[in-house]
């Protein structure tokens, strides 16, 4: 009996470590669909977008961070740039949606910030790190639902109108 127990304890500990590694994603590949919750609660799937518009999923550590304040402020300051080309942006991290909420409203950020503290996002992407938490990464999908373009953040400061000038161009 115990080496039953045992033995579907490891096979179900083996599929909870499976499923928290991370997949290697390549640009002209599908983007994997999610289902996540904004900063009120309102559901997102990547999968409502196909066939509509492009959309730029930034994944980010931590709200609230240097970093990730100044990546997101970024992003704010350039929106109504994308809005005018009807493009999605979603940024993702793996706090809850109250740390999410608190992050929107002390910077007046003007989209949707996606909760993945399920950790069920992260992974499939490939960017979620050792301490839990997500890589910055951002991804373009065009309106097919194919990664367009993967780009690391290496320069938060230019890094908004970089994803702006690559995601313009999958716009007719």
Same mark, same amino acid.
């Given at each position: 009996? #115990?080496?039953?127990?045992?033995?579907?304890?490891?096979?179900?500990?083996?599929?909870? $470590?499976?499923?928290?590694?991370?997949?290697?994603?390549?640009?002209?590949?599908?983007? +994997?669909?999610?289902?996540?919750?904004?900063?009120?609660?309102?559901?997102?799937?990547?999968?409502?977008?196909?066939?509509?518009?492009?959309?730029?999923? #930034?994944?980010?550590?931590?709200?609230?961070?240097?970093?990730?304040?100044?990546? /997101?402020?970024?992003?704010?300051?350039?929106?109504?740039?994308?809005?005018?080309?009807?493009?999605?942006?979603?940024?993702?991290?793996?706090? +809850?949606?109250?740390?999410?909420?608190? #992050?929107?409203?002390?910077?007046?950020?003007?989209?949707?910030?996606?909760?993945?503290?399920?950790?069920?996002?992260?992974?499939?992407?490939?960017?979620?790190?050792?301490?839990?938490? /997500?890589?910055?990464?951002?991804?373009?999908?065009?309106?097919?639902?194919?990664?367009?373009?993967?780009?690391? $953040?290496?320069?938060?400061?230019?890094?908004?109108?970089?994803?702006?000038?690559? /995601?313009?161009?999958?716009?007719?």
């Amino acid at each position: 009996m #115990f080496r039953i127990f045992t033995f579907v304890f490891c096979f179900l500990l083996t599929g909870l $470590v499976l499923s928290q590694s991370n997949e290697e994603l390549n640009e002209g590949m599908s983007a +994997p669909d999610f289902e996540l919750s904004d900063q009120h609660g309102d559901i997102y799937r990547l999968s409502d977008y196909e066939n509509r518009n492009p959309v730029v999923i #930034f994944f980010y550590p931590k709200a609230g961070t240097s970093g990730c304040t100044k990546q /997101a402020c970024g992003m704010r300051d350039e929106i109504s740039k994308f809005k005018e080309k009807n493009i999605k942006v979603f940024g993702i991290s793996t706090d +809850p949606v109250e740390d999410i909420q608190k #992050f929107v409203e002390d910077h007046n950020l003007n989209f949707s910030l996606l909760s993945d503290d399920s950790k069920r996002v992260t992974p499939r992407y490939g960017v979620l790190r050792d301490n839990g938490m /997500a890589k910055r990464v951002t991804f373009i999908v065009n309106n097919k639902g194919i990664i367009h373009k993967i780009i690391p $953040v290496t320069d938060i400061d230019s890094h908004a109108a970089e994803v702006y000038s690559i /995601a313009s161009q999958l716009v007719d």
